[in-house]
Structure formats: structure tokens, C-alpha cells
């Protein structure tokens, strides 16, 4: 594995943010291809780096840092985990609460199917193997939203285990170039959430809300391969829009559907690991990358200067940019895990395990839930690709932005011009509007079909491009006016009647001889010049490859 | 009537020999004779005369659910009961009103049950004397019965006066001295090593612990859930059969239940010559009194004598399991106690200094001293150095244990024949000699490792002793073979036809009772 970790080594450009002083942003995880059979089997003890993408400085020791994700994602379900509550976000304090919930006693969980198909199907989705036979767990700790004192989850056995994540770094803006990594996936386990608690400082009060209390979670544990902020933040943006495609959770962010926390730690290459922190609750891809280099700098500087690390829970402070020890009971804790008794071992069934003349009510069937997977992001992004011709790099931002593909392939079905010009237009003048304001795809102005015909105009070449920018700068304005109506009231269309453009070439060349007489001497600008001056005359409305063309014609004449 | 069969009761009420009100208020009145008992903690008479008053307008129209129709039942209060208080005799849970019924409960008032009341226990059943309970101790219907008061009148060393009543066993006493008392003709019991079975024995009733997984526990508030089973009290083999029908089956609210292929029918052994009964022999212990292993031994040869096969089988890891049940039951406790936190529901102290101090404090008044030792020993046993040696060790044992009964049974047996309890019920003074714990380990010694396997056993009283109380012997069968063991209980029923309890005495004298009770209270707090 040495040839391909030392050939991406070097591609260090995009990390500044992530290439902390002294050190570097080292490339544990490998590309994919070839190399991931065999980083599977590897355990997620640190393998030692090749190459470092800074040189660092004399005297200074080369840092390496070591990050592993523990993410949290809802299962998009219409009942919890255990109970036929519903899960809905933004209800009414408990109102979604029912007795098994609220954690009466003698009520028992009763497993939903729902969520374990969804487990399966991410599983599926992330190469993992998938156990057919899971165990639940009870993990106690005393906390005023967990109403039973444990939550079930999966502690020794899992239901998926040993996947992969494939992502994609960004080789530089110049090249257009992706380059694809890999996470392993160590396991993913199906368990509760917990409710919410919401701390009344003034009046010293608690208030509990057990609506989430029960909701399923999938929780993706990702072995430690990443090394910085940036890599974090794509490996879960690329598991976001997975997740978001299998339809098994919104992965929303902002509404915690999606929650993050990272193990981190430092060392030299070729020695041990350093002692880990753990950053918790981290609910933006923005702030995790932020937290996750500010955390390996911090451990750095803590180490430069003698300190130590501390095994801790640490939290990220988003209005100062940092993270800060949580210093309460969330540190060292006994879980005394156990089984749970109350749900027996859950089985699942493949096509040759499937016991013949089993309902298949009772039973889940690993083959069927394969079958059902539907395109995943990467060959969607492939797909694109092959399909329009466009960049790697184009592919990752039309499906980055929450809606956008789905925009990019509205224009196309609706208009006639080349896949790489609606591709530019969506990605640069769609996009670049949409950002300025900060608006969602959803919340755009100019909608598909607009943009399609305006596109057509231009294909035909009715308009000139400035002219449809000029066209798509009114469209923003929500007037409710079609690109054509626009181009008619501004008079935008290009001049078609070659004549009058002669005409308005030979009126040019006459008011200007000396221009004239430098493009006779062999001044190959000069007739920029006279092409700008007919443009000037016809008001920007004719197209300047055919001004070119007359006004050869006529000099040469 | 009162003394009558389920069945017979049932009839009668067809019949309209008696009206179901008329039966509700008898036991009512029975009730308050002996409420000195303490059998029961809650009395719905409301609820129950009610429902009576349903049941007795579907007679009227030829409209009976079934033979439970208009027939009391009693239930342990740590069944959940709608609208009703579910304390499982603890402060934690005084004044816990819960807003649904445990799945059992459901059953039998859907079949027409009256619920005449929530019973006593030992706190969150974690005992075998129904002493340890926050409303006292259970007094044991015999110790008024005419036959233990002529032997003791016969017995120089004896006291007099009622200072040393007995106790029930437990720790569903509550609901056996509920039936033996003719309150009721069925009660739910819990059982998790032995608090049917054992308090069945003392009281001179039929306990059955089903088969784990045939019963729902739903709604049941646990102790051990993967011991845990409802247990049915019962004066008869075919009473207990027709409770189990109705509630045997599947439950989608406890995932642990099993689907029943067939209803469950009890027919009449008439043959036992196809049988195999076994003994075990490790059940023969220094500590079981001579009265009852003779008539242990009786009971074999009775077998033997109709042409039954009565072979001694061995259960090696029988000695193990009291220490690896208390590992497990520890365990458990520990994690499902761990709900009673003061904040949603039952006992809340005053302490706001902090959540984990309201916590402590809580908790430190809610649970007694037993429920308390418990869930520390837990926790200790679930604490990540001591996991693998305690719990993973413990669950070993316990499947050790379950082989063993598996082995017996491939090896021909159809029912295993052993004691219940040591001896009969001891008095009350004499039981609280010793802590909760070692009680508890003593008593259940015969009946714990059948909850270790999750197989079905059921108490059979076989005859008096010489004290003139009631003595039991346990039957215990393979794993949802629940019928099959209920019809060997049934022949053997009827075999040594037990008396019936004589307490004509207690009802006609209870306010004699009730002023030598008041005494003997006194006399304990010295």
C-alpha cells in the first residue's frame, strides 16, 4: 500500500485550513481501487504515514493526526425504535410519547421492522457486512431524558460491521480533478435516542421533553483513518447524501437528524497513538470540520509546550471557534452494559437462509432489501459523468447542493443547448446567484423550465450571452415574466438581417479610416476594435462572430 | 359455593343459582373478615361491582363471555391495573396510578373477570415470606384454620393467642392467601424463582408457573425479565387450566411470547402407566424436613404402584444456581430499577438541591433495604472489570443448569417430581430470624432453577402435616408442555384429594382476631 499513499500524498494543496503548523494532513485513508481489500482487513491501529505534504521546518517534529467518527443518524421511519409512537420533529413538547416511552414500568420494547430494514439497506449501501444474527444491549447511565436509566442499543453485536465509505477530496479548482478516498466503516448499530432537556437557568429548573426518547437512530462508527477536518467533513457529507438517497434518514443536521462526534488525537508517525479527546454534538459539516482542526492544533500547541492530553469529552464552542472541556458527569462512566432480555436475538434471512413457508411478514430478507437500494450518490455521480461529459468535480457540486441535480436535470429535459453549456450555466451563474443571496435551490426565483428556454435563445442564437445574462438578471427579479418576453420588451434579440449589419460595418469602417488602415498594417487587435464599434452601433445586438466575418470580408474586399 | 370448582361456579351462575353481584359481595364481605390477613393492598370494590353488574346483564341475556364470566380474581399489585394503584408494596409506587392494563389483566377482564383487588407482596417481589412489603406482613389463612388449631391445641409447647401466626410464603402471598381465604377464586401471581409455587405450598393451593414465553409480561413490573413469568393461584388443577387458556398465547406487545398452535384442553389421565416420572436426586437435601421427603417418597410409589416408571435422574448443577441466581436476579434489578427516579412518576423526594441529589435521596426513601442491597450488588456485577467474571460466569451456569433438565427429559422423563418448599410455612417470628437474603436463598432452592430453564412446574398440595398445614409438591415439565404437566398435576390431584381449608372459625370469630392481631403487633416493635 506504500505506492498509492505516497502518490496522493503529495496532492496537500486544498488542506491549508486543515495542515496545522509543523505538521501535515497525513493520508491514512487510501485511495480506492486496488488497495481497499486490503485496508479492510487492517486493524485501525495507526499505520504510519509516508509522506507528509508540507516539509516540515528544521528542528520540528512531523504531527500526524488521527480522527475517527461516531455519527448519529435518524432513522426516517414513521414510528420509534421500540414503540408505535410517532416521530415527527417540531411537535408539541410530549405530545409523541407513549407509555413504553416515558419508560412505565412493566412495558417492553417491541422492535420496528421499519428500522431494521433501513439499518440493512445502509449497511447495503456502505459495503458492510451484515450480521444475521444482531444482539440488543442495555448501556445505563442516569440522565433526566432517559427515562429507563440505559438505552438499548447494539454493544456486542452489531447488525452491520466491516464497511467502507468512498469519498472524494477535491484535487485544486485548476484541474477539476476528484480524488476518491476511503473510510472503513466499523460498524453500524441500531439503538435508541434519548429525549431532550432543556436547562432553565433563571429558575434553576429542567425541562424534558420525550418526543425524541425512542426515536431509532443508526449509529456509524468510522475507524480512525481520517486525518483532518476536511477529509471529516466530506466522509460525512458523502454518508449524508447516501443516507438522504436510500431515504433511511433525512440526515438533516440542523434538525439533529445527523449528529457528529469525533475521536481525536495526535502523535508522531511511527509512534503510538497519542491520547484520544472526544468532541461531541457536533451539528454542522462547517462547524465539524472547524472543531476538528481546531482541536488537532490545540493538542499540538498543548503538547509543544509540555502539557499533556486529557482522555475527555470536549464540546465545540461555535460563536468562539473552539473547543472547551465538558467537565461534568458526561466524563469517565461505567455503562454496565448488559442484554437486553426482553428482545430476543434478531435474525435476518438471506435467499438461501430463508426458512421455505416463513411469512414474510416475520421475516426480513437481506437479497430483497439489496434488490430495492437505489442509485447511490457516487454513481449517480458517474453517471453524470459519462453521461454529459462534465468534470468529476462538476458532478460533486451538482449533487452536494440540496436539490440542484434534480434542477440540472429538469433544464436538461426541457432544452435543446449542449449538456457542458447548461452545466456552466447551473453551476457558475445559477449557483453563484443562489450563494450570493444564500438561498436554497428550493427558494430560487428562476425556476427550470426558465432557464431552459432561456437557454434555447442562446443556442438558437437569438440572443448574444451577454444578453442572456442580462435576461437571467430579470428572471431573478421574480416579475413573472418568461426569458422571451423579456428579450422582446428589451429588444435583445441579435440582428438577423445580414444587410443592415453590412450596412452598419461599412458605416463604422468609413467614420473610422485609421482604425481601418491598422488592421491593413497587420495589427491583429484592431479589429477587436472595429468589432466593438459595430456592437456599439447595433446596441449590443448583434453577434460579434458574424461582425468578424462581414467586416473581414469587407476589408479584404 | 365458595369452595367450589371454577367450572362448577360458573355453571351455577348459568344456571342463575347465583347472580354474579350476589357472588362479588360475598367475597367483599370475605374480604373485609379477613382483612387482619393483609392479603390485599387495593380493594376495587367499585371496579368489581361494576363489572359485576356487566356480567350479570350478559347472563340475563344468555350472553356469558366464557366460563370466567362473573368469577373474582385477585391480582399481585405488580400487575398493572388501569386506573387503579400499583404500589408492588413499595413507597416508590404509592399512589403510581397506571393508564393501562398488563396484557393478563386485560385478558381476564375481557373474559368477564371481576378484579376484587391488587394483593401484597414482598416489595418489587424480591422475597419468599411476603414479610418485606411496605404494608406488612401476609398472615397465612391456616393459621386459623381448624385443623392447625386442634393439632396445636394438642401440642404442650405451643403458645397460645396469635403471636405466632404464619407466614405465607411468597412473595405473591398476598394473592395465595387471597384464594385460600375464599376471596377469590384465582389469582395472578409472579414468578421468578419460586413466588408462586412457594407461597402455593405454604397456603395449600395449586401455584403454576407457565412455560417462559407462553404468558405475556407485558404490564407486568419486572424483577428478572428473562425469569420473570405471571404465575396462576388457584384451589384447583382445573381452575388454573382454564385461566392458562385464556391467557396462554401470543402477545405483540412482549416480544419474548410464542404463538400457541391449539387451545388449551385439559383432559382426565386415566392411564399413568405410559409415564415416566423423575426424581432428582440432588433435590434431596439435609435441609428438607423428613415429613416431606416421606411424602415425596409417597408420591413416587404412588406413581410406581399405578404403573407409572419412576426413575432417579440427576440435575448436577442443581447446587449452583441459588449463588448464579443471585448474580442474574442482581443484575437485572440493578438495570431495571434503575426507572424509579422520582421524576415522571411514584415517589419523589423534596430534595432540589440537584437532579442527582433528588435522585439519591429519592431512591434511598422509595426502596427498602432489600431492594437496595440488590441493585448495588448489581451494579457491581455489571461494572466492566467484573462483567466476565460474575454476569458471562453466572449466564453459563444458568445454561449449565438448563441443560441439565433438557438431558433428563431426552432421556425419557415426561415430568419431573421434586419438593416446593423445605418445610411448611414457619411463623412469622421464627421467618424474620434471618435476613431477606438468606431466606430467600433457603426457600428457593427447589423452585429457582425451573425459571433459570423457562420451563413450566406447578405446586400440587399432597396432604396436611403434622402441625396440620398444607404441604406441596412441585412437578416440573419439559418447555411448553404445559398441558401435559397440568394433566399429570390433575391425577395426582385426585389422587390425594387435600383438605379443604376449615376456617368457618376465622369467619365467625375474625373481631376476636382482629383484638389478638393488635396485640401481637405491639409485641413485635419491642
Known sequence: MAAPMLRWGCRGRRWALACVDGGSCHRRGAPTGSTSNRIRGQSSVAQQPLHTA??????????????????????????????????????PPNSLVSFFDASLPGTLPVLNRRCVEAAVMTGLALNCHINKKSLFDRKHYFYADLPAGYQITQHRLPIAVNGSLTYGISAGKECGQVIPKMVRVKQIQLEQDSGKSLHDDLRSQTLIDLNRAGVGLLEVVLEPDLSCGEEAATAVRELQL??????????????????????????????????????????????????????????????????????????????????????????????????????????????????????????????QIRETLPELPSVTRERLVQQYGMLPEHSFTLLNEVGLLEFFQNVMKETRAEPKKVTSWVLNIFLGYLKQENLAVSESPVTPSALAELLDLLDSRTISSSAAKQVFEELWKREGKTPGQIVSEKQLELMQDRGALEQFCYSVMKDHPQVVMDVKKGNPRAINKLIGLVRKATLNRADPAVIKEILEKQLSS | MLGQTLREVSAALKQGQITPTELCQKCLSLIKKTKFLNAYITVSEEVALKQAEESEKRYKNGQSLGDLDGIPIAVKDNFSTSGIETTCASNMLKGYVPPYNATVVQKLLDQGALLMGKTNLDEFAMGSGSTDGVFGPVKNPWSYSKQYREKRKQNPHSGSGDSDWLITGGSSGGSAAAVSAFTCYAALGSDTGGSTRNPAAHCGLVGFKPSYGLVSRHGLIPLVNSMDVPG?????????????????????????TVPINKPLVLSSLEDVSKLCIGIPKEYLVPELSSEIQSLWSRAADLFESEGAKVIEVSLPHTSYSIVCYHVLCTSEVASNMARFDGLQYGHRCDIDVSTEAMYAATRREGFNDVVRGRILSGNFFLLKENYENYFVKAQKVRRLIANDFVNAFNSGVDVLLTPTTLSEAVPYLEFIKEDNRTRSAQDDIFTQAVNMAGLPAVNIPIALSNQGLPIGLQFIGRAFCDQQLLTVAKWFEKQVQFPVIQLQELVDNCSAILENEKLASVSLKQ
Open chain 1, 54 to 91: 508540507q516539509k516540515p521546518r528544521k528542528g520540528e517534529h512531523k504531527w500526524a493526526a488521527v480522527v475517527g467518527l461516531e455519527i448519529h443518524a435518524q432513522i426516517s421511519s414513521n414510528s420509534k425504535l421500540f414503540s408505535g409512537s410517532q416521530v415527527r420533529f417540531s411537535a
Open chain 1, 242 to 367: 447516501i443516507l438522504q438517497a436510500l431515504g433511511t434518514s433525512q440526515a438533516n443536521m440542523a434538525e439533529g437528524q445527523l449528529r457528529v462526534d469525533a475521536n481525536i488525537s495526535v502523535h508522531h508517525p511511527g509512534e503510538p497513538l497519542g491520547v484520544r479527546t472526544e468532541v461531541k454534538n457536533l451539528n454542522s459539516i462547517r462547524f465539524l470540520a472547524k472543531a476538528i482542526d481546531y482541536e488537532i492544533q490545540r493538542q499540538i500547541s498543548e503538547l509543544e509546550n509540555g502539557g499533556e492530553i486529557l482522555n475527555e469529552t470536549r464540546s465545540f464552542h461555535e460563536k468562539l471557534g473552539c473547543t472547551v472541556s465538558m467537565r461534568d458527569k458526561e466524563a469517565k462512566q461505567d455503562y454496565r452494559f448488559m442484554p437486553e432480555p426482553n428482545l430476543p436475538p434478531l435474525l435476518l434471512y438471506d435467499a438461501t437462509s430463508l426458512p421455505t413457508g416463513a411469512d414474510p411478514q416475520q421475516v426480513i430478507n437481506i437479497d
Open chain 2, 232 to 256: 396462576i393461584l388457584t384451589r384447583y388443577v382445573d381452575d388454573a387450566a382454564v385461566v392458562l387458556g385464556v391467557l396462554a398465547g401470543h402477545d405483540p406487545k412482549d416480544s419474548t
